[in-house]
């Protein structure tokens, strides 16, 4: 057996006005792969909402995809804040983002419903003043 | 039609075009960005008035056919650079979006 295809992205929480530049690396390599178009589409949605919020919400973090023979996995692990309420945060339109963050486009609440929206799985761990770890999974 | 095609009807500006022969099928307008990135299809000409680098990066990932800035709202150069450099249709209009998507409308049939 051969080791599944993996990358690796240190995401920094330093420039969010440069966010995104791996989900579009991950974008390029899944096309490269020759995987469909509408299978990497999704991949590029739920991965960038979650850079971003690593970005935006947690100070950066690390963002692992490995692609496996039935399924692109997306691990987005964070040291941030933490969610304290999941299930409040999935809601569309929760949003705790500050002003300057609004005022550059984000802060709708949408994220984590477009990654739920876009995936096979999702997965929320997270602790309050640890981090959060969210694992997604497309099916391919 | 092209992306080409709409730019010359519409009378759109050019800040970026480095796929005139993307094929457009269907126009959205917003400015939040994760609204925009759930809902806008594949190949939908996007009208905004948002212009900061984050909107290249949702075009590129969500694979909108072209960016149009409405409202002559002005677009930074390093903007313009990051579209370039990602292969992303980028315009500006004076037109409002709602009149934008009005002559859009009209075009795209
Ligand atoms: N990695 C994270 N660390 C800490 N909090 C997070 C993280 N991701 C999301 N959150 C919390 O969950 C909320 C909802 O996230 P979601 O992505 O749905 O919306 P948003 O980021 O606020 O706005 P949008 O994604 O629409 O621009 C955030 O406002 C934030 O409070
Ligand atoms: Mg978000």
Not at chain 2, 88 to 96: A, D, G, T
Request: glycine share 8%.
């Amino acid at each position: 057996m051969s080791e599944p295809l993996q990358f690796v992205f240190d995401v920094s929480g330093e420039n969010f006005t440069s966010a995104g530049e791996a989900s579009v690396t991950v974008k390029k390599n899944l096309r490269m792969l020759g995987f469909a178009p509408d299978i990497i589409r999704r991949v590029a949605i739920a991965m960038y909402e979650g850079e971003i919020n690593m970005v935006i919400h947690a100070g950066g973090g690390v963002a692992t995809v490995t692609v496996f023979p039935d399924r692109i996995e997306m691990v987005l692990d964070d040291r941030g804040p933490g969610i304290a309420d999941i299930e409040l945060a999935m809601r569309e339109g929760f949003s705790t983002a500050p002003d300057n963050i609004r005022n550059l486009g984000f802060g709708a609440g949408m994220g984590l419903p477009n990654m739920k929206r876009n995936t096979d799985s999702m997965k929320i761990e997270s602790e309050l003043g640890k981090g959060t770890k969210i694992t997604m999974t497309v099916n391919t | 039609m092209t992306v080409k095609n709409i730019a010359e009807r519409l009378s759109l500006r050019a800040l970026s075009m480095p796929d005139p022969e993307r094929e457009a099928t269907c126009g959205y307008a917003g400015d939040l960005l994760s609204w925009v990135m759930g809902r806008a299809a594949e190949g939908s000409v996007w009208a905004t008035v948002m212009t900061n680098v984050n909107v290249i990066a949702v075009a590129a990932l969500a694979d909108t056919a072209a960016v149009v800035i409405c409202e002559d709202s002005a677009v930074p150069d390093d903007v313009i650079s990051v579209a370039k450099e990602k292969g992303i249709n980028l315009f500006s209009s004076e037109l409002p979006i709602y009149e934008f998507c009005v002559a859009l409308s009209q075009v795209i049939k």
